[in-house]
């Protein structure tokens, strides 16, 4: 547009009848009516008692409009009705968070007394953003996808942690959760290749999947500095904000798709695994297990979610690929311990698990397949879940094998396994593990199996 045209020069006349004439044809004619009589500084001073998000429902009203709207912004960039947003990479101090939830309550109104100012402040940052992003995303509803983006990664250049001196510790920093939320409010009714666009858009302009390229090709632990980076940059921009499981699960396969089964499976550890302060827990599934179901939720819950919103809600995931990934994830960067894998597969639900262990019976992998039967008792017998459930898993596991020596040979084994794991908690001396206490659960695990496989088999004898 041509912001000449809002400071057109004119020249004075001794008679005001034609000037008359011209604003009955101005409003009569032309697309504001009785605003266009107005002198552009009155009508930008009007403008500035407007919220921000009345500016952005005007924007949509007509194309003038919009166009005076945008010559506003660019000539009054700061206005009373434009809440600035805190330093998102500083620690603010208690009289400029006062400050500002102040004017943030004057703008929005109060809001409950009872919140913790500092959250509010985040809250509020974010809740700038969106006003702004709205306003932003109407005036330019017409623009072409591409224009959309140059506005889109402007605003993540301005903001991103690595642009800015003053960002010290980006695990608190919420310039990314902003920022993130941003995204979400421009893409929201997007269709998925204009979506597919703005992911590799944004990851071009920050450098995302280099970095990306460099973590999965080194060793666990040796960049700990990019790969806290790149789990943060990737959660909180694309992840966090999905207010939907289909939408979550196209920003995973945007995520993961360009990248073999191998690397996928390193990548949702990346950004699901444990997770200290400082640096991604790579070796905690192969070194320590859950003590209880809490515990296992916090470790797992968020790998398990995304696997199985990838396997129920993007068609381009097949259940081979699930299958691959959970292969290749409990085997990185060491094998897993069996507990870990049994947890795991719980948490994704019936239809991963029945195929993961399927799997391994068709491929004769049965040495495995009974240490995972054995810990999927034992993390029943923990977190009290119904031991039927192994029971019935064992019931599809023996149906698919077609030889009855590799099914005695599995009852076998698993039975063997726990006389081996009783026998090494016996022998086992560690100061910080209660021997004891993991004896319980394995005794407890194989008496309620035995329970369950004696009522099947003498239901008949049985009264009802």
């Known amino acids: 547009m041509d912001f000449k045209s809002f400071l057109t020069a004119k020249k004075p006349r001794r008679s005001n009848r034609l000037e008359m004439k011209k604003i009955e044809n101005t409003v009569k004619h032309r697309h504001l009516g009785y605003f266009d009589i107005l002198p552009l500084e009155l009508k930008f001073h009007l403008l500035t008692y407007l919220s921000v998000d009345d500016l952005s429902i005007l924007t949509i009203t007509s194309k003038a409009m919009r166009n005076l709207i945008d010559g506003f912004k660019t000539t009054r960039p700061s206005g009373r009705h434009l809440l600035p947003n805190p330093f998102h990479h500083e620690i603010l101090t208690q009289s400029e968070k006062d400050e500002y939830y102040y004017r943030f309550k004057q703008l929005v109104g109060p809001g409950p007394e009872d919140v913790v100012v500092a959250i509010v402040v985040t809250g509020a940052a974010i809740s700038v953003v969106v006003m702004k992003c709205l306003l932003m995303k109407r005036s330019t509803c017409l623009y072409a996808t591409k224009d959309r983006l140059k506005f889109v990664n402007d605003f993540l250049m301005r903001i991103i942690c690595t642009n800015s001196k003053k960002c010290e510790n980006p695990l608190n920093c919420i310039a990314l959760i902003c920022f993130g939320k941003f995204l979400h409010t421009v893409v929201a009714g997007w269709d998925d290749s204009e979506c597919q666009r703005a992911f590799d858009s944004i990851c071009l302009h920050t450098g995302a999947l280099r970095n990306v390229s460099t973590i999965l090709n080194s060793k666990p632990g040796l960049h700990s500095k990019m790969e806290c980076d790149a789990r943060l940059f990737f959660r909180r921009v694309f992840l966090d904000h999905c207010e939907f499981v289909t939408t979550r699960s196209f920003w995973l396969s945007c995520i993961f798709k360009s990248w073999p089964m191998v690397h996928q499976a390193k990548l949702?550890?990346?950004?699901?695994?444990?997770?200290?302060?400082?640096?991604?827990?790579?070796?905690?599934?192969?070194?320590?297990?859950?003590?209880?179901?809490?515990?296992?939720?916090?470790?797992?819950?968020?790998?398990?979610?995304?696997?199985?919103?990838?396997?129920?809600?993007?068609?381009?995931?097949?259940?081979?690929?699930?299958?691959?990934?959970?292969?290749?994830?409990?085997?990185?960067?060491?094998?897993?311990?069996?507990?870990?894998?049994?947890?795991?597969?719980?948490?994704?639900?019936?239809?991963?698990?029945?195929?993961?262990?399927?799997?391994?019976?068709?491929?004769?992998?049965?040495?495995?397949?009974?240490?995972?039967?054995?810990?999927?008792?034992?993390?029943?017998?923990?977190?009290?879940?119904?031991?039927?459930?192994?029971?019935?898993?064992?019931?599809?596991i023996l149906e698919v094998m077609n030889q009855p020596k590799d099914r005695i040979m599995l009852l076998n084994t698993m039975m063997d396994m726990y006389q081996r794991l009783i026998m090494d908690l016996h022998l086992y001396n560690d100061p910080e593990v209660d021997p004891q206490n993991e004896i319980y659960y394995a005794v407890s695990a194989i008496t309620e199996l035995t329970k369950t496989l004696l009522t099947i088999t003498f239901k008949k004898l049985l009264p009802e």
């Open 268 to 396: 949702l550890y990346l950004l699901y695994g444990p997770a200290s302060q400082n640096e991604i827990l790579w070796f905690e599934m192969c070194d320590n297990t859950s003590e209880n179901c809490e515990e296992s939720v916090q470790n797992l819950g968020n790998m398990a979610n995304a696997i199985h919103c990838l396997y129920h809600y993007n068609e381009k995931w097949t259940n081979d690929n699930a299958v691959s990934v959970v292969d290749e994830l409990t085997s990185f960067p060491d094998q897993w311990l069996s507990e870990n894998i049994a947890n795991l597969m719980l948490l994704c639900g019936d239809g991963i698990a029945s195929r993961m262990l399927i799997s391994k019976a068709i491929n004769g992998r049965i040495p495995e397949l009974s240490e995972l039967m054995s810990s999927f008792c034992t993390v029943c017998v923990k977190n009290n879940f119904n031991i039927n459930y192994v029971v019935s898993s064992l019931w599809r």
